[in-house]
């Protein structure tokens, strides 16, 4: 099987030449994803995500074919998986610049570790949220570890870039509530949260920028229930979780 006109590999299947493998272990770069509009799929799980999702498929490489030894110069795994594929990058979605009423979204703030940005992705998936807006110096995307946090769900949730303040902004224009997570805000489980609205997340050291906090229009917190006060604040991507999940709670009261 021939891929498309403008792929820079001779084949879809079957051994990559000495070409391709140097372009395959560049992609382990950001540079080079972003240089080709490529990236890698590792593993025969995520493969079929990509597949059903309909992710364009350039190249796939299995194991048994090339060996343990290039796999692992192939792979950004620890263990060389039984199977890679190259694919296309689809890019961020489009954006009309419309919120609905009633739907949750979520927007994150310098959210750089690719473990958690991939997590983020997964969760935003699990709870149905619509679009999740990605500010500045957030991590990658198609960076390997997000793709492999995330469990396929990079292909199916719309991720889009923007500036948060210039997002905040419309959602005001628009009649969409704004939260931020923050320390010291009102308690999620006191606040009224049934008609969605748009979440802000912080970056994992610094939290959400001020002038993100100053443009919200509620600022909430995550109570603790810690015996001892050596604990003062969560994994930005457990945090996530459980306000989403207190955001979906009340809204099917």
């Not at 923007?162 to 224009?173: D, M, N, W």
């Not at 704004?178 to 949260?193: P, Q």
């Not at 003062?232 to 989403?244: F, K, Q, Y």
Request: hydrophobic share 45%; net charge positive.
């Amino acid at each position: 099987m021939k891929p498309s006109n403008d792929s820079p590999f001779k084949s879809v299947s079957g051994k990559p030449t000495n070409a391709e493998i140097k372009l395959v272990i560049s992609l382990k770069q950001k540079k080079y994803r972003d240089l080709h509009s490529l990236f890698v799929i590792e593993g025969e799980k995520l493969l079929d995500e990509a597949t059903k999702s309909g992710v364009e498929i350039i190249k796939t490489i299995l194991r048994d074919e090339v060996g343990e030894t290039l796999m692992a110069r192939l792979s950004s795994m620890a263990s060389p998986p039984p199977v890679l594929a190259v694919a296309k990058a689809a890019g961020l979605a489009a954006w009309s610049g419309q919120l609905e009423a009633g739907q949750l979204y979520l927007g994150l703030d310098r959210v750089s570790d690719p473990g958690n940005l991939g997590t983020i992705i997964r969760l935003a998936e699990w709870f149905g949220v619509r679009v999740v807006f990605l500010g500045p110096f957030c991590a990658e995307p198609y960076n390997p570890k997000v793709i492999q946090a995330s469990m396929g769900s990079l292909f199916r949730v719309r991720l889009v870039q923007i500036e948060l303040k210039s997002l905040l902004h419309k959602a005001s224009k628009q009649g969409i509530p704004s939260f931020g997570a923050v320390l010291g805000g009102l308690n999620i489980y006191k606040t009224n949260l049934q008609n969605g609205g748009l979440l802000l997340m912080g970056n994992e050291s610094h939290g959400l920028a001020p002038e993100l906090i100053e443009l919200v229009d509620c600022r909430l917190s995550i109570p603790s229930f810690a015996a001892s006060n050596q604990i003062d604040s969560l994994n930005v991507a457990t945090a996530t979780a459980v306000m989403c999940a207190e955001f979906r709670r009340q809204s099917s009261l």
